[in-house]
């Protein structure tokens, strides 16, 4: 069959919302964009575990202890699927990760910075989850199968993120004068670059138009980040608390909530590699790599062990 043929199969399952599958032919620039961003998306979810992690061992409870552990542990099992699914496009793992460490790959913006007191982790919960549920529950539909099934379960593990998150602020929000402050204090600091994790405005979003014609994206940054707007102004009410725009206002002709502008040099900034943890973060996942050498290789040499014995036993059956 020629490329055009192959091309014309492609885009008609497309159209039909038929999920493209690793065996199926695709172009070869529908196999990069979705290597590029199922990695960094999986990159987003292993860097992401430090900024939480840092706060495990200091949980003002054996409970709230516990609860963040699971949901580190959550992150991990996200990267993990992740991982495979980028496999299944035909790169390592292995090459993934030497991407990121390189700096090569980029990671999610939001974890670039740093979790300074016990409502930052509330705060994550709450908007950077929040923020990443709304882009991921459109990517449970994204085209290509592998992706939209890890997207599902994803879901479901960060509906019950946000919710810890939110928990965390609630009963910040009705301690004493200092807890109160404290929560006001991490929302300020993350709203905005929580606002950020959308990416570009449209017009300044170079993969956007191929990949919403390949149903890769079917929402778009802006619309995607004015929905956050619109769920956030309304639930920080709950909390009795504030965001910090001097610009968030509800417009009536528009049904949805105006909001000022983002602080894009900030933002550039960042995913360049200047923000605040940028070096911290990937100093501590290359420490990570290089001491988990020992692992990766005893888990190999069992795999070949176990292989070798199984081969044997065959051989006896056999005879
Ligand atoms: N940070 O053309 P655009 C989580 C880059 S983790 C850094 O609009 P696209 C969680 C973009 O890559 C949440 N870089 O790109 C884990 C592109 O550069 P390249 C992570 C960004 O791909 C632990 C350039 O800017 N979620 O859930 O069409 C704890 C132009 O952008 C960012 C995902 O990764 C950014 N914020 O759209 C808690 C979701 N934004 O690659 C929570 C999957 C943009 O051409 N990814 N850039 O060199 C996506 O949905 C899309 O990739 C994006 C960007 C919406 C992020």
Same mark, same amino acid.
């Given at each position: 069959?020629?490329?055009?043929?192959? /091309?014309? #199969?492609?885009?008609?399952?497309?159209?039909? /919302?038929?999920?493209? /599958?690793?065996?199926?032919? &695709?172009?070869?620039?529908? !196999?990069?964009?979705?290597? !590029?961003?199922?990695?960094?998306?999986?990159?987003? /979810? #292993?860097?992401? &575990?430090?900024?939480?992690? +840092?706060? #495990?061992? !200091?949980?003002?409870?054996l409970k709230r202890k516990a609860i963040l552990l699971a949901k580190v542990q959550d992150e991990a099992g996200h990267g993990l699927y992740l991982y495979s699914a980028t496999e299944t496009l035909g790169t390592t793992r292995e090459q993934t990760i030497i991407d990121l460490?390189?700096? @090569?790959? @980029?990671?999610?913006? #939001? $974890? +670039?910075y740093p979790t300074l007191t016990w409502a930052d982790i509330g705060a994550i919960g709450w908007l950077v989850d929040g923020a990443a549920i709304l +882009?991921?529950?459109?990517?449970?539909?994204?085209?290509?199968?592998?992706?939209?099934?890890? &997207?599902?379960?994803?879901?479901?593990?960060?509906?019950?993120?946000?919710?810890?998150? $939110?928990?965390?602020?609630?009963?910040?929000? @009705?301690?004493?004068?200092?807890?109160?402050?404290?929560?006001?204090?991490?929302? +300020?600091?993350?709203?905005?670059?929580?606002?950020?994790?959308f990416g570009p405005h449209d017009s300044e979003s170079t993969n956007s138009e191929q990949s919403t014609k390949w149903k890769i994206k079917r929402m778009s940054n802006d619309e995607l980040r004015q929905k956050f707007v619109d769920m956030i102004a309304e639930q920080v009410k709950v909390l009795n608390m504030t965001l910090p725009d001097p610009h968030l206002k509800w417009n009536e002709q528009t049904s949805h909530y105006d909001f000022g502008e983002i602080n894009w040099t900030e933002f550039w900034n960042v995913v360049k590699g200047n923000g605040p943890c940028n070096k911290q973060r990937l100093e501590a996942r290359r420490k990570a790599w290089d001491e988990g050498a020992w692992v990766r290789e005893a888990a190999s040499v069992y795999a070949a062990k176990r292989k070798a014995r199984e081969a044997k036993k065959e051989e006896k059956q056999i005879a």
């Amino acid at each position: 069959m020629s490329v055009q043929e192959l /091309e014309k #199969i492609f885009l008609s399952k497309i159209d039909q /919302e038929i999920k493209i /599958e690793p065996k199926d032919w &695709m172009p070869d620039a529908y !196999r990069k964009t979705l290597v !590029r961003q199922i990695s960094q998306h999986a990159h987003s /979810e #292993i860097v992401g &575990m430090l900024p939480e992690g +840092n706060w #495990i061992g !200091r949980a003002p409870s054996l409970k709230r202890k516990a609860i963040l552990l699971a949901k580190v542990q959550d992150e991990a099992g996200h990267g993990l699927y992740l991982y495979s699914a980028t496999e299944t496009l035909g790169t390592t793992r292995e090459q993934t990760i030497i991407d990121l460490h390189s700096g @090569k790959a @980029k990671y999610s913006s #939001i $974890f +670039n910075y740093p979790t300074l007191t016990w409502a930052d982790i509330g705060a994550i919960g709450w908007l950077v989850d929040g923020a990443a549920i709304l +882009n991921q529950v459109m990517l449970c539909r994204t085209s290509y199968g592998p992706y939209a099934r890890a &997207m599902v379960r994803i879901c479901k593990e960060e509906s019950f993120h946000q919710r810890q998150g $939110f928990d965390i602020l609630m009963v910040l929000s @009705k301690g004493t004068p200092e807890q109160r402050d404290m929560c006001q204090d991490a929302i +300020n600091r993350w709203w905005w670059p929580s606002l950020m994790m959308f990416g570009p405005h449209d017009s300044e979003s170079t993969n956007s138009e191929q990949s919403t014609k390949w149903k890769i994206k079917r929402m778009s940054n802006d619309e995607l980040r004015q929905k956050f707007v619109d769920m956030i102004a309304e639930q920080v009410k709950v909390l009795n608390m504030t965001l910090p725009d001097p610009h968030l206002k509800w417009n009536e002709q528009t049904s949805h909530y105006d909001f000022g502008e983002i602080n894009w040099t900030e933002f550039w900034n960042v995913v360049k590699g200047n923000g605040p943890c940028n070096k911290q973060r990937l100093e501590a996942r290359r420490k990570a790599w290089d001491e988990g050498a020992w692992v990766r290789e005893a888990a190999s040499v069992y795999a070949a062990k176990r292989k070798a014995r199984e081969a044997k036993k065959e051989e006896k059956q056999i005879a």
